[in-house]
């Protein structure tokens, strides 16, 4: 009985591996070390892939991830520069594995919040009249605009910025989000989502790493 002839996935697969020269010792490398356990001195918890543009860093960094998942069972995700803020870098990672099977339900619905509670103190108009800044607000904005003015090239338009507008902007923040939101939990997780956030993504993680070979 004759062989079925492979699918064009398969075709396309089977080419790209072949295509996949010179990073053999690499990839073996990377193999031994899950067979390595991890408090063996000779376990590496860190690959660093580097070189020039072109040399094909990112298709072997997708060959590795591919090899974690498929042969070890590994629990992976991958953040780059297109990520815009730390809390959309932890989004990424949830959104990442959850398409693998994992979700991290409580960050997820934390996270969910924060960009509601965002987007509502975002699209919030202006109201009041505008008063004077808060003596703890002009220390910050002083103290910021301060260490500011230290670093190199910076330090010319550090000085010229008025300090009371930022320290007014800093009350009006938080007194416009301290009336439109109840809780005060709310208030801080727009003030700082990572702050919130971080417990929350560690603690998943931690249980995602327990039930799993690798993370």
């Known amino acids: 009985m004759g062989r079925a002839r492979p699918s064009m996935q398969e075709l396309i697969q089977g080419r790209r591996n072949a295509g996949f020269v010179g990073r053999r010792r690499e990839l073996d490398a990377f193999r031994d070390n899950?067979?390595?356990?991890?408090?063996?001195?000779?376990?590496?918890?860190v690959f660093h892939v580097h070189g020039h543009a072109g040399v094909g860093k990112t298709?072997?960094?997708?060959?590795?991830?591919?090899?974690?998942?498929?042969?070890?069972g590994a629990l992976t995700a991958r953040v780059d520069e297109t990520a815009s803020s730390v809390p959309e870098a932890m989004a990424s990672i949830s959104e990442q594995f959850a398409r693998q099977g994992r979700e991290?339900?409580?960050?997820?619905?934390r996270l969910a919040t924060y960009r509601q509670r965002r987007h509502e103190a975002e699209s919030a108009p202006a109201e009041g009249e505008r008063q004077g800044p808060?003596?703890?607000?002009?220390?910050?904005?002083?103290?910021?605009?301060?260490?500011?003015?230290?670093?190199?090239?910076?330090?010319?338009?550090?000085?010229?910025?008025d300090p009371?507008?930022?320290?007014?902007?800093?009350?009006?923040?938080?007194?416009?989000?301290?009336?439109?939101?109840?809780d005060h939990k709310d208030v801080q997780l727009v003030l700082d989502p990572v702050e919130t956030l971080?417990?929350?993504?560690?603690?998943?993680?931690?249980?995602?790493?327990?039930?799993?070979p690798w993370l």
């Open 34 to 45: 899950f067979g390595l356990p991890p408090e063996d001195e000779r376990h590496r918890f």
């Open 59 to 72: 298709w072997l960094m997708r060959r590795l991830e591919q090899t974690s998942r498929q042969e070890y």
């Open 104 to 109: 991290l339900s409580a960050f997820d619905r």
């Open 134 to 161: 808060s003596t703890g607000s002009m220390a910050a904005a002083r103290a910021g605009l301060a260490g500011l003015g230290m670093v190199p090239g910076v330090g010319a338009l550090a000085g010229a910025v």
């Open 164 to 182: 009371v507008p930022l320290a007014e902007g800093t009350d009006r923040l938080r007194a416009a989000l301290g009336s439109r939101f109840r």
């Open 198 to 212: 971080t417990p929350l993504l560690v603690r998943e993680l931690s249980e995602a790493a327990a039930a799993v």
